[in-house]
């Protein structure tokens, strides 16, 4: 079992930044491809961004991408997504997810407990 926390979320304006931690306990020991979606209200949970193992590659989804920058650090069991530029639209909570693959949440084996993060004008 994995145990995922994120924190960093909060309210920020447009325009504005924050950063996403995501804080990995348990069977750790192999480094697991870890991802990061978010649901809005009303909505289904949507991908956001994904790291390989290593990190040495990344994947954004397009209304991200060139904004938000996923990043991870393995001697920490953490991962991480920086948020940049933030739109209203960013507003959601976000949950990291571990052990998978793809861009659809039925392809994640763990999830956390989800980092709201709230844009404002």
């Known amino acids: 079992q994995v145990q995922l926390v994120e924190s960093g979320g909060g309210l920020v304006q447009v325009g504005g930044s924050l950063r996403l931690s995501c804080a990995a306990s348990g069977r750790t020991g192999a480094s697991y491809p870890m991802a990061w979606f978010r649901q809005a209200p009303g909505k289904e949970r949507e991908f956001v961004a994904r790291i390989t193992r290593s990190g040495g590659s990344t994947d954004y989804a397009d209304s991200v991408k060139g904004r938000f920058t996923i990043s991870r650090d393995n001697a920490k069991n953490t991962a991480y997504l920086q948020l940049s530029s933030l739109k209203l639209e960013d507003t959601a909570v976000y949950y990291c997810?571990?052990?998978?693959?793809?861009?659809?949440?039925?392809?994640?084996?763990?999830w956390g407990q989800g980092s709201q993060v709230t844009v404002s004008s």
């Open positions: 997810a571990a052990s998978g693959y793809g861009t659809k949440p039925a392809g994640y084996d763990y």
